[in-house]
């Protein structure tokens, strides 16, 4: 299936901790994004990558850092983990904006993080 | 400052009805107006959208009406299903800003059958 892919799927962690999610994309896209999405359902984005060189980096703690190992895959590391941490965390991808034109974003299914 | 306002926050409709979900914005830079669709425990997904240019975009049971003087564009959903059921978030994007989408607070729609 193409898509966009995250694992894992729901991820339950103590406070304190440093964890990773993982987002891979077989979509040919040039572009990653990195989305939270709180209890109230608001989406905001966090990163964005093209072909590997940040692009869009919002107001994030930097205890948050993405990675993109290649164009296809892109990881978000958090670390010290806090409670205000718990939401959905979407990845998305795209073809690259900066082409000019307008491009659809495409979702993976989400990462539940809920942090104890 | 949220520079997208989107209602009402929840909203039920009866199966063959039509749903109406508002928009507003501020920044009259923005220039590519997408609403999404999630159906929970899924990410969001593209429905369809439209740019400042035109007035109304419809696909199907789908339109969207845009009123660039009133800075606001709505959703609307005709002969709706129970299968419509979702969040619904409208979306506004700057030209100069890339990719970068700034999304509305959602709306949950409920059709009932």
């Known amino acids: 299936d193409t898509a966009v892919s995250q694992t894992p799927k729901y991820l339950v962690t103590q406070m304190g901790n440093d964890k990773s999610i993982k987002c891979e994309q077989n979509?040919?896209?040039?572009?990653m994004y990195w989305y939270k999405q709180d209890s109230k359902k608001f989406l905001k984005i966090m990163f964005s990558?093209?072909?590997?060189?940040?692009?869009i980096n919002e107001t994030v703690p930097n205890r948050f850092s993405p990675k993109s190992p290649d164009k296809a895959h892109l990881n978000l590391h958090i670390n010290s983990l806090e409670l205000g941490d718990s939401a959905v965390y979407f990845c998305?991808?795209?073809?690259?904006?900066?082409?000019?034109?307008?491009?659809?974003?495409?979702f993976g299914p989400g990462t539940r993080l809920t942090v104890l | 400052q949220q520079q997208v306002k989107q209602s009402p926050q929840s909203l039920i409709v009866q199966k063959g009805g039509i749903s109406i979900i508002n928009c507003a914005y501020e920044?009259?830079?923005?220039?590519?107006f997408p609403w999404y669709q999630q159906f929970p425990g899924k990410g969001p997904a593209l429905l369809i959208a439209i740019r400042p240019d035109v007035s109304e975009k419809k696909e199907g049971r789908f339109t969207i009406s845009f009123n660039k003087s009133a800075k606001q564009f709505s959703l609307h959903i005709m002969d709706s299903q129970p299968g419509d059921s979702a969040t619904y978030f409208c979306a506004a994007r700057k030209e100069t800003s890339g990719s970068r989408l700034t999304f509305g607070e959602g709306t949950q729609l409920t059709v009932n059958p």
């Open positions: 979509l040919g896209h040039d572009t």
């Open positions: 990558y093209n072909n590997k060189e940040l692009i």
């Open positions: 998305a991808s795209s073809q690259d904006p900066r082409r000019g034109d307008i491009v659809e974003q495409f």
């Open positions: 920044n009259t830079a923005f220039d590519y």
